[in-house]
T-cell receptor
Framework: AQKVTQAQTEISVVEKEDVTLDCVYETRDTTYYLFWYKQPPSGELVFLIRRNSFDEQNEISGRYSWNFQKSTSSFNFTITASQVVDSAVYFCALSNPGYSTLTFGKGTMLLVSP | GAGVSQSPRYKVAKRGQDVALRCDPI?????LFWYQQALGQGPEFLTYFQNEAQLDKSGLPSDRFFAERPEGSVSTLKIQRTQQEDSAVYLC???????????????FGPGTRLTVT
């Protein structure tokens, strides 16, 4: 069975602080895919990144960066110089190849105050 | 372009009523997924369609839940004899295709918030 754990329920930071959201996953599959989604108050899940299990390179996209470590089964997400607009619930998710049903974690609510 | 749309956005039902939730996927998207998101939780998979074929319904919590996509486009999730534990946000997602390799990105709709009183 697959499982995604986001141990941080809620994080509060002040604007311009850096913040890291943790994600730990469990799977018996050798090939799998990891995702991060953002859910703003409007409710619509917004895709941020997809990473496959064979690619452990870290990725940076603007203020966002992701650290994938297979050895610790973790796929952490860092926002540099956070902004108020980053306030949302962030979900980490896991899927297999194929029709790609997503298994989500419980999410981390990020509150960025001015 | 138009994203995934869902209607109604909000639905209040009395316990025992039947409800129907609609999803309009992005045009041309082959795959369609339904998820249930309880308050404070992550979305949980309900069912999956590839075109009009329902290939996986393992996440449907009971036989009161039924989904269809008769023409391979619009999908409807129906819940019969609603109960309070059915209260949740129901999310629909579509993706371009499926294959044996890397999964395509799923695009989510805004969801339907169902409250059963």
């Amino acid at each position: 069975a697959q499982k995604v754990t986001q141990a941080q329920t809620e994080i509060s930071v002040v604007e311009k602080e850096d913040v890291t959201l943790d994600c730990v996953y469990e799977t018996r599959d050798t090939t799998y895919y990891l995702f991060w989604y953002k859910q703003p108050p409007s409710g619509e899940l917004v895709f941020l990144i997809r990473r496959n299990s064979f690619d452990e390179q870290n990725e940076i996209s603007g203020r966002y960066s992701w650290n994938f470590q297979k050895s610790t089964s973790s796929f952490n997400f860092t926002i540099t110089a956070s902004q108020v607009v980053d306030s949302a619930v962030y979900f980490c998710a896991l899927s297999n190849p194929g029709y790609s049903t997503l298994t989500f974690g419980k999410g981390t609510m990020l509150l960025v105050s001015p | 372009g138009a994203g995934v749309s869902q209607s109604p956005r909000y639905k209040v039902a009395k316990r025992g009523q039947d409800v129907a939730l609609r999803c309009d996927p992005i045009s041309g998207h082959v795959s369609l997924f339904w998820y249930q998101q309880a308050l404070g939780q992550g979305p949980e998979f309900l069912t999956y369609f590839q075109n009009e074929a329902q290939l996986d319904k393992s996440g449907l919590p009971s036989d009161r839940f039924f989904a269809e996509r008769p023409e391979g486009s619009v999908s409807t999730l129906k819940i019969q004899r609603t109960q309070q534990e059915d209260s949740a946000v129901y999310l629909c997602a579509s993706s371009l295709a499926v294959g044996a390799g890397e999964p395509y990105e799923q695009y989510f709709g805004p969801g339907t918030r169902l409250t059963v009183t």
